[in-house]
Each structure stands twice: as C-alpha cells, then as structure tokens.
C-alpha cells in the first residue's frame, strides 16, 4: 500500500520536479562557473586581470547557492543555514577580492557545488525520468500494442507479437513504476546531503559564529548597561540631587529665621515644600525609567498605557499578549516603546502614533513591536538612542529594524524571542 501511496505523493512528484528543474540550473551554473575560473586563471599572469572575473565568479557562485537553498527548502522541505556573511562586499570587492574570498572553504564549496551540479543532475534527472518513462511504457503497452504494425512492438530485429510479451512487458513496467517513487526520494536525499555538505559550514564553524555572535551581543549589552548608569547617574546629579540641595538650603534659612520673623520662615518652608514635591515627582520619574512598578504588578499593557497618557503626541495603542512573557522580554519591549515616543515627541513633529504589540510566548514565541508615526521622518538609526535601544534588543537575541525616509513615516519595528 505504501507503494501504490508512493506514485501519488505530493512528495515523490516535488523530488521529481527538483531533479528536472535542477539540469537546466545545473547548465547554467557550469557554464558561468567553469568559464569564469577558466578564464580568469588564464588572465591572472596579465597584470593580475584575471581577479576581477574570479571575484565576479565567487560573486554568481555565492547568488547560485543562495538560489539553491531557497530551491531545497521549497521542494524538498530541507533548510540548510549559509556561511557567515562576508563582510568584503560592494565595488572594491569586484575589482580586488580578498585571498579568503577566492580561495575560502565556503568559495570553494559554492563553486565545486556549481560545477558538480551538472553530472549530479544528468544522473538523477536522466535515471529519474527513465525509469518513470519505462515503467509507464511497459505498464500500458498491452493496451495499445497490437496496433503496431505487424501486430506488435519490435525490439531490434524481434517481432513481439502475442500475449505473452504483452504481459511480461505489463509486469516489468508495474516494477518498474512502483520502484520510481522510492529511487526518485532517494536521488533527492543523496542530492540534499550534497547540498548540506557544499552549501553549508561545518557544524565548528556554524559554533563559531555563534560564539562570536554572542560575543559581540554581551559586549553590546554590557555597553548599554554602562550607558544607563551614567545616565542614571547624570540624571541624579543634576536633577534629584540639586532640588535636594536647594530644599536643604531653604530649611536651613528656615531654621534660621524662626526666632525673629516668622512669616518669612514660612515662606520659605512653603518654597521648601515646593522644592521637595518636584525632586520627589523627579526621583518617581527616574525609577519609571529604569524599572516601571506598574510593569511589574500589572505587565506591559498597563505600563506602556501609562506611557501613552504621558506622551504629549496622541498615540493609538494596541496591545494583544494574551501570556505574559519573561521579565527581561518585557522590560525590553517597555523601553523599546518609551525610547521610541521619546524620540517622536522630540523630533519628529508628528501629530499621531501608533504602536502595535501582539505575540508573546505560545506559537508564535515572539513579541512584536511596531511604532509608526506620521512625522518628517529622517531618524538616523546611528543616534545614540536608537543604537542604545538596539544593543538593549540585541542583548536577548531580537532583532530592530528602523524606516524613517526623509519626510516620513517612520516606522520603528523590534521582534523579541520570547524562548
């Protein structure tokens, strides 16, 4: 049964359709890549002309895998991770590669998978559709094969006329069609562990760069902390702190005046008063800063609401997180969205917002951020707030990506792995 489900398989036919379509990629790619290589060794002992043509073939053989795993995933479901990216790109790469461009073990992959593609996909695709071709050929031949002339088909100089021929032909085409769905699967497998083992690093340096990725995110991470406690620090100084000294002062005139003018005491202790209500409205304001209470006892609704009252620019606010995620996830998507309306209520002359915050734990597993307003647009995603708000993000693996053309909108969007 498991055969017969075989010849119908959504599977089966994607296999056969990516051995097909692989022989004409297979001939482009040989083509380009052999040529290239061919011909820019020929042209490296002429002033070293030859480089460029290998940067452009390490160039189309990088696109050629590229296109080949985007094919695999497509139709054989098989998603392979790519080499790290090289950070030599644009113009001067062309013109002068780098050693490790040419010669590298990803390069040098790409480019053997380039060029193996043609006899890999000339024995699949030729194996593949010859058996499927015999198999429905011998399958119905009695059905038609006494309208042969003579009665029935030849085969070199042999007649094959009469029933017997006829029904053996019939067996070895049903053989034959029931074996082509597991011999086309297995040909996709073989070509897909090709694939993997060209297209893809090795499992080292797969760890590698995620080492080093993570190296670079605790260093980014670490710098914001750095960041916030100055500012913390700066914030203090000369806010909280100078009211404090004020307030002292004021108390201390107070103090003095007592004996001999009262009234004027008072006064001063009502300024004392004064004074001490704005340094206590300036210490809550600095604690919503580095960890709002509200977010803590009733989550990100409620604080990123109280943030909407509080930003003079009107903001449309949605939030749908049916679970609440980790502490660190919300604090992350708290200050995503405060450091977003600050900014918007400083620099964009905007007359609206809106920021949308839906996901959280569960299938989707993540938290998405979308602020948009309808300002001038221009935000540089190098200022200091953006790229602090970015290494906050980058500190639990999420991703911020910020579309502000000049004269607007901007829109701001964070993505948060909430496992």
Request: hydrophobic share 50%; proline share 7%; charged share 20%.
């Amino acid at each position: 049964m498991s055969l017969l489900r075989g010849l119908v398989s959504a599977r089966t036919w994607l296999a056969f359709t990516h051995h097909v379509a692989g022989l004409f990629l297979a001939i482009v790619s040989f083509t380009i890549v052999v040529t290239g290589l061919a011909v820019g060794v020929a042209l490296l002992p002429l002033a070293l002309v030859g480089l460029p043509v290998l940067g452009l073939t390490a160039r189309f053989a990088d696109g050629f895998a590229a296109a080949e795993r985007a094919r695999f995933g497509l139709l054989l479901g098989a998603e392979y991770p790519a080499w790290p990216a090289d950070p030599a790109r644009g113009y001067r790469f062309l013109l002068i590669p780098r050693r490790g461009t040419l010669i590298g073990r990803a390069t040098r992959g790409r480019e053997a998978y380039a060029v193996l593609r043609l006899p890999v996909s000339v024995v699949t695709a030729t194996v593949t559709i010859f058996v499927w071709s015999v198999g429905v050929v011998g399958l119905t031949l009695p059905l038609y094969g006494g309208l042969f002339p003579g009665g029935g088909p030849s085969f070199g100089s042999h007649l094959l006329t009469g029933p017997k021929p006829l029904v053996v032909s019939g067996v070895a085409g049903l053989l034959f069609l029931l074996a082509a769905p597991p011999l086309t699967r297995a040909f996709a497998s073989a070509d897909a562990a090709l694939a993997r083992w060209l297209l893809s690093p090795p499992r080292d340096v797969a760890l590698e760069a995620r080492v080093t990725e993570l190296k670079v995110s605790r260093e980014r991470v670490v710098d914001a902390a750095e960041a916030e406690r100055r500012r913390i620090e700066r914030d203090l100084h000369d806010g909280a702190q100078q009211r404090l000294v004020a307030l002292a002062m004021e108390l201390g005139r107070a103090k003095a005046k007592f004996a001999d003018d009262v009234d004027a005491a008072a006064a001063l202790v009502d300024q004392a008063h004064t004074e001490a209500k704005a340094a206590l409205v300036e210490l809550r304001d600095l604690v919503r800063g580095v960890h709002p209470p509200v977010l803590t006892d009733r989550g990100l609704d409620a604080a990123l609401s109280g943030l909407a009252a509080r930003c003079p620019v009107p903001v449309d606010l949605q939030v749908e997180v049916p679970v609440r995620p980790r502490p660190a996830v919300e604090a992350v998507a708290y200050f995503t969205v405060a450091e977003a309306l600050t900014n918007v209520a400083k620099h964009s002359r905007a007359s609206h917002v809106r920021v949308v915050v839906d996901g959280g734990p569960g299938p989707a597993s993540t938290l998405n951020i979308v602020i948009s307003d309808d300002g001038i647009g221009g935000a540089n995603a190098a200022g200091a707030g953006l790229t602090g708000l970015a290494d906050r993000i980058a500190g639990i693996d999420g991703a911020l990506s910020v579309e502000s053309p000049p004269g607007g909108p901007t829109i701001i969007s964070a993505v948060l792995p909430c496992v």
